[in-house]
């Protein structure tokens, strides 16, 4: 792995609190895993036996209904972790990881991590923090979806992704979310269409500008405060 890959995994949960010698150790177990636009790692109910550290690109969690709705659970990029929950749980997935572009992953099996923890609890307390985070924002939602109206909804995932994929621009926040229509309103838990209405909204008010696969914020402070 590049330099610049090995700076990534540092900023993942379990890597940040190690020292050089610990993540060397750790980094010798570690495999990399590359994953085509739209390929699917592993489904909901598949064994877990590993996790991965996103090195480059982006995945999506999903969780698909019986009558074949499917959530979005949320996007994640470059540094973040996810399949840390079967090391503690060893049951079957709770969700489905597919590539939302081109993706690099550094995959950890859990034979080679429980050792690893056992006589550094310093690096499994990280672990469970970084659950926690996940628990307190799945609470979040959940009161997002009873108490917040879709536009709201729809402000807050756009600032979120920002705050993931943001890059500022001459003319505002370039937000390349690269997820379609349907996948957007996957996310906030409403119909495309609803979605396409709020977006169209927050464009005739001027406080973003809609791209392909992607939003410019020209107001992130009127966005805040419509997310609120």
Known sequence: M??????????????????????????????????????????????????????????????????????????????????????????PRTASAVAVTDSVLAGLGHDDLRPFLSSRPQVSLQLLKSLA??????????????????????????????EKFGKEGDDGLHVHHDLTQEELAQL??????????ALAEFALRGWLRIEAKAVVLLDVERMRRRAR
């Open 2 to 91: 590049v330099d610049d890959i090995n700076e990534v995994l540092r900023k993942a949960p379990l890597f940040e609190t190690l020292d050089e010698e610990d993540t060397a150790a750790l980094r010798s177990s570690v495999n990399e895993v590359r994953l085509g636009r739209g390929q699917t790692l592993f489904n909901e109910g598949d064994e877990g036996d590993r996790l991965y550290v996103i090195l480059n690109g982006k995945v999506k969690l999903t969780r698909t209904a019986v009558d074949g709705r499917e959530n979005l659970l949320g996007v994640l990029g470059p540094g973040e972790m996810f399949g840390e929950l079967s090391l503690f749980d060893p049951r």
């Open 188 to 197: 906030v838990g409403a119909s495309r269409e609803t979605v396409n209405k």
């Open 133 to 162: 985070e996940r628990l307190r924002r799945t609470n979040d939602v959940m009161a997002d979806l009873v108490f917040t109206d879709v536009p709201g909804r729809v402000a807050k995932a756009l600032l979120e992704l920002a």
